[in-house]
């Protein structure tokens, strides 16, 4: 039994120095490892440094927003036909103007032949009836020399040349009548010159007549030019329609034909893309569209703006955005436009801004930080964007005192080009390290 007891209590022995064996064996690991960490540390860190400056800054309230373009339009063609060119692809920038497909252009062609030889022949008819109505003003011209009148003017038949003539000479042979019959009575005269004065009154009545007849067949000869003339004229302006339907038909050729060719309307973006060569497209189609142009040179950002920081918000208010693209840089916009009414249910009044996107950073669609300048700034402690170290939540600067690092935990606010609002854990004067703030740790040495 005794034998038993110092047998147990050996093996107990044996067993708690092999644990104190290995607990030494552990600290010596861990005591080798931490002088292997101290020794690959700096001892000394070279770095720059800079003092914490107070300066102006705008105050601001923070939203969110969305970007969306500019301008955007669905590009359809006015005309059908098989594309047999097509100068874009999704991505590409286009200048507005600039051609996008080419339909088959054979028939427009055609087309538009056509229009012009109908032009043409309807402009040789417009010059023939301009040449009629020349002819029946000639035709006219001479009929009223005839009868010695001019356009306008009443003709008087007893004015006649030919029945003036013949008027004179029947009053004076009626006047020989007249007194041949007076002689004939008292007998101073025979017979047969009585019979032969009185022949020559009945042949003067007849000639009247004759003139008379000639007289109205000139006037009628007259009313039949003017006639014609009214004619010529009315086939002038006939022509004159004619040749009109026919420029409205040459024209609306020349757009069909030119309706062949799609152009940019706007400069922009190509963001989506419907056509291919060899396919045939019709406007009566639905959806006919060929493609999809962006312009986002200037960009349209969507702001919610909570019910209550509604009266803080004024059209011309300058903003700033940021997005998880771009954590590290500002875009600045201006207020331009803002909802009349706040929706009902999420309590949001909608606001945009433009933002200006000449680099084309920002795409339509981002989600964006903005944060809405208010009139009156504040005082705020600024150092340079560069000093500031970030470790996933927390943001540390090192504050540089007596030749050694001191590391803070800092609140960051607004940014501003390359400095950067300290809310909290640095003051006025204060110098901080920005540069190798990568390799600084709290209390090292460090060279400036």
């Not at 909802?339 to 669609?365: D, F, H, M, Q, Y």
């Not at 970030?390 to 007596?402: H, P």
């Amino acid at each position: 039994m005794q034998l038993y007891k110092k047998t147990v209590f050996a093996n107990l022995v044996v067993i708690f120095s092999l644990i104190l064996s290995a607990c030494g064996g552990g600290s010596k690991a861990e005591t080798s490892n931490a002088n292997t960490n101290a020794n690959s540390a700096p001892s000394i860190v070279d770095t720059t440094t800079t003092a914490a400056i107070l300066r102006d800054v705008p105050t601001y309230f923070e939203a969110t927003g969305n970007l969306a373009s500019d301008a955007q339009t669905d590009v359809a063609p006015t005309v059908g036909g098989k594309i047999t060119q097509v100068n874009f692809d999704i991505g590409s920038y286009v200048n507005k103007g600039d051609v996008l497909i080419r339909l088959d252009d054979r028939d427009a062609r055609i087309r538009l032949e056509q229009a012009e030889a109908q032009y043409e022949q309807a402009k040789s008819q417009l010059n023939q009836a301009q040449a009629n109505v020349d002819q029946a003003i000639a035709n006219l011209r001479q009929a009223q020399i005839r009868l010695g009148v001019k356009d306008g003017e009443i003709f008087d038949i007893n004015k006649f040349s030919q029945v003036k003539s013949v008027t004179a000479q029947l009053e004076l042979a009626e006047k020989e009548l007249a007194r041949a019959t007076r002689l004939l009575e008292t007998g101073d005269i025979s017979r047969s010159i009585y019979d032969q004065r009185k022949s020559q009154r009945d042949a003067l009545l007849g000639q009247l007549d004759e003139a008379r007849s000639n007289a109205a067949v000139a006037v009628r000869a007259i009313n039949t030019a003017e006639a014609a003339v009214n004619t010529a004229k009315t086939g002038v302006g006939n022509a004159r329609a004619a040749l009109g339907t026919a420029q409205t038909n040459v024209d609306q050729a020349k757009k069909n034909l030119g309706d062949t060719v799609v152009y940019a309307p706007i400069s922009g973006y190509i963001s989506e893309r419907n056509s291919d060569v060899g396919e045939f497209i019709s406007p009566n189609v639905p959806n006919s569209k060929i493609a999809t142009i962006v312009r986002t040179s200037v960009l349209r950002l969507r702001i919610d703006v909570p019910e209550q920081n509604v009266a803080q918000i004024a059209v011309g208010q300058g903003i700033s955005m940021q997005t998880s693209a771009y954590p590290d840089r500002n875009f600045a916009g201006t207020v331009v436009r803002i909802s009349p009414s706040i929706n009902a249910t999420s309590r949001i009044l909608v606001v945009e801004a433009e933002v200006e996107n000449s680099g084309g950073l920002l795409k339509p669609g981002q989600f964006a930080t903005v944060r809405i300048t208010q009139g009156k700034g504040k005082q705020a402690v600024m150092i340079p964007k560069t000093a500031v170290k970030t470790e996933g939540e927390t943001t540390k600067v090192f504050v540089i005192k007596d030749g050694r690092a001191t590391e803070r935990t800092v609140k960051v606010g607004i940014l501003e080009n390359d400095l950067i609002e300290i809310q909290n854990g640095v003051q006025e004067g204060e110098s901080v390290a920005t540069s190798n703030v990568n390799v600084l740790y709290d209390g090292v040495a460090v060279r400036q």
